[in-house]
């Protein structure tokens, strides 16, 4: 089932995320007040911010519309507010299926355009924004000294053989 595997990345997805919040702590203290720090850290904000503002597209209760491209977040704001954004992107997607999936809807774009696109291919879409920005902010913490998290679909998924 596509719904299945659009909860399983998810899934994946957060733990992409705590790697990444981790990797952050990598980088030398002194270099922690480089501007480029700052933006590593408001990606990943925006990366939440996205999510969730997906979901109020979406309809879903409680779910928070928050500036989309944050500036001077923390680590801790940050890893709350993926927290919180996970915990309703897991409730919404329990009772989805492919037929939801298949479904239009309508909405405003943060430019005042009125557009309709498929609940999957807005999934897909949140997949791929996540690891664009996973990719800076490695680039990012790597040329601050730190070691980046290792992210990719299949360093999450592969299982190791005997022998």
Do not use: C, K
Not at 66 to 90: C, G, N
Not at 131 to 159: C, F, K, M, N
């Amino acid at each position: 089932m596509l719904a299945e595997r659009f909860r399983r990345w998810l899934e994946l997805e957060q733990t992409a995320h705590e790697r990444v919040l981790a990797a952050f702590d990598t980088v030398p203290a002194d270099r922690r007040q480089d501007p480029e720090y700052g933006r590593a850290i408001d990606l990943l904000a925006h990366v939440a911010a996205a999510r969730g503002l997906w979901l109020a597209r979406f309809g879903v209760e409680g779910a928070e519309t928050p500036e989309l491209f944050p500036r001077d977040a923390t680590l801790f704001d940050v890893a709350a507010r993926l927290a919180r954004v996970q915990s309703r992107w897991s409730s919404w997607l329990a009772d989805l299926d492919d037929a939801d999936l298949a479904r239009t809807f309508s909405y405003h774009s943060i430019d005042g355009g009125h557009w309709e696109s498929s609940i999957e291919d807005i999934l897909a879409q949140l997949n791929g924004h996540s690891w664009y920005h996973r990719g800076q902010i490695a680039q990012s913490l790597r040329r601050l000294g730190g070691e980046p998290a290792v992210t990719d679909l299949v360093y999450l998924t592969r299982r190791g053989l005997e022998g």
